[in-house]
């Protein structure tokens, strides 16, 4: 009995002590009481830090859509198609963004995404070694497909050069150890890539592999909202992202919307807060870049585009880099911006 009464006086004093460093938030009603979500764009991590954006479109830009339906319109022969969201707000734009093209190289940040997930499931070790073999041996851009047949390469380095120079063998080599086209097919298809289909090794010069620029683009919103990947691959993906050395088509459209033109796209925009990190595509026939833009007032956008037209037509890119540069005024408010000495 003496047990309890003892307990009992313990427990007052607690509640009573809890109940003191309460009631000052009680007063405020800043516990207690449920409050309805934010607006998506006021979103905030519990450690008061900026929540990750969402492939949520909310708010059509229809300006921009229509634009870009103009700019497309002025270039007889050649097919565009364009897409992007901002994933903090859901504002996007759109044309034709559900049409499957040519692929050429920009399937090839699919392709990462697929290989970073299997790594995160635990079936891929970043170090496995990859045997070059005749089979995935490839031609055109890269460096891998010139070492002697035998030749063994760790998964880190086949999924970085992959992408920092597009290396063709590296994609193949990646492919091979996915499991081959129809398994990465069925992994596409399970994270809602429909337009996305890998029907030959690379570099695929005849256009045969396909995506949209819509998944190219959800490609790299499943990743920075975290719906997939662990957050240590989800680093390995932007830093692999960030090292592609190809800077001709949305950063320089990026650059271009702000009045601007440099041989150095990349560093010119770092002077003003916005960063891209994005992986492109050339086959001559088709040409692509998709990326993920950190905007100066920390909001991300991804954004893709993609044309199909005569061989090594110099409208094809440029066609890309005045979409982008027509996204970026509708994204940057430029009046309150001015490039860093």
């Given at each position: 009995?003496?047990?309890?009464?003892?307990?009992?006086?313990?427990?007052?004093?607690?509640?009573?002590?809890?109940?003191?460093?309460?009631?000052?938030?009680?007063?405020?009603?800043?516990?207690?009481?449920?409050?309805?979500?934010?607006?998506?764009?006021?979103?905030?991590?519990?450690?008061?830090?900026?929540?990750?954006?969402?492939?949520?479109?909310?708010?059509?830009?229809?300006?921009?859509?229509?634009?870009?339906?103009?700019?497309?319109?002025?270039?007889?022969?050649?097919?565009?198609?364009?897409?992007?969201?901002?994933?903090?707000?859901?504002?996007?734009?759109?044309?034709?963004?559900?049409?499957?093209?040519?692929?050429?190289?920009?399937?090839?940040?699919?392709?990462?995404?697929?290989?970073?997930?299997?790594?995160?499931?635990?079936?891929?070790?970043?170090?496995?070694?990859?045997?070059?073999?005749?089979?995935?041996?490839?031609?055109?851009?890269?460096?891998?497909?010139?070492?002697?047949?035998?030749?063994?390469?760790?998964?880190?380095?086949?999924?970085?050069?992959?992408?920092?120079?597009?290396?063709?063998?590296?994609?193949?080599?990646?492919?091979?150890?996915?499991?081959?086209?129809?398994?990465?097919?069925?992994?596409?298809?399970?994270?809602?890539?429909?337009?996305?289909?890998?029907?030959?090794?690379?570099?695929?010069?005849?256009?045969?592999?396909?995506?949209?620029?819509?998944?190219?683009?959800?490609?790299i919103a499943l990743v920075d909202s975290g719906?997939?990947?662990?957050?240590?691959?989800?680093?390995?993906?932007?830093?692999?992202?960030?090292?592609?050395?190809?800077?001709?088509?949305?950063?320089?459209?990026?650059?271009?919307?702000?009045?601007?033109?440099?041989?150095?796209?990349?560093?010119?925009?770092?002077?003003?807060?916005?960063?891209?990190?994005?992986?492109?595509?050339?086959?001559?026939?088709?040409?692509?870049?998709?990326?993920?833009?950190?905007?100066?007032?920390?909001?991300?956008?991804?954004?893709?585009?993609?044309?199909?037209?005569?061989?090594?037509?110099?409208?094809?890119?440029?066609?890309?880099?005045?979409?982008?540069?027509?996204?970026?005024?509708?994204?940057?408010?430029?009046?309150?911006?001015?490039?860093?000495?």
């Amino acid at each position: 009995m003496g047990r309890l009464v003892v307990l009992g006086a313990g427990l007052g004093v607690l509640v009573g002590t809890g109940l003191k460093l309460l009631a000052p938030r009680l007063a405020l009603g800043t516990i207690g009481v449920p409050r309805a979500d934010p607006a998506p764009s006021a979103r905030v991590m519990p450690g008061g830090g900026m929540a990750l954006g969402r492939f949520e479109p909310r708010r059509e830009l229809t300006d921009l859509s229509q634009e870009w339906a103009k700019l497309a319109a002025a270039q007889k022969g050649l097919i565009a198609s364009g897409y992007m969201l901002v994933l903090d707000d859901g504002r996007y734009a759109q044309l034709q963004s559900d049409l499957a093209l040519p692929a050429a190289s920009s399937i090839k940040s699919p392709i990462l995404l697929v290989g970073l997930d299997t790594l995160d499931a635990g079936r891929l070790r970043w170090n496995d070694l990859l045997p070059l073999t005749k089979e995935v041996q490839a031609g055109g851009a890269g460096w891998m497909g010139n070492k002697p047949i035998g030749s063994r390469f760790p998964v880190y380095e086949a999924a970085t050069e992959m992408i920092r120079v597009s290396d063709n063998t590296a994609t193949n080599l990646m492919i091979k150890r996915l499991g081959g086209s129809v398994a990465v097919n069925e992994r596409f298809r399970a994270l809602g890539l429909s337009a996305t289909v890998i029907n030959n090794w690379l570099p695929d010069l005849n256009g045969t592999n396909t995506t949209s620029s819509h998944d190219l683009a959800r490609t790299i919103a499943l990743v920075d909202s975290g719906e997939k990947l662990s957050p240590r691959a989800r680093d390995l993906y932007r830093q692999i992202m960030a090292s592609s050395s190809t800077n001709t088509m949305i950063p320089a459209g990026l650059l271009k919307g702000l009045g601007k033109e440099s041989s150095d796209p990349d560093s010119e925009l770092l002077g003003y807060g916005i960063s891209a990190l994005n992986k492109t595509g050339d086959i001559g026939i088709a040409y692509a870049d998709s990326a993920l833009i950190e905007l100066p007032n920390g909001q991300r956008a991804v954004a893709a585009f993609m044309v199909k037209g005569p061989f090594n037509d110099p409208r094809s890119a440029e066609l890309i880099r005045a979409m982008a540069a027509a996204a970026s005024r509708r994204l940057v408010d430029t009046t309150s911006l001015a490039p860093q000495p």
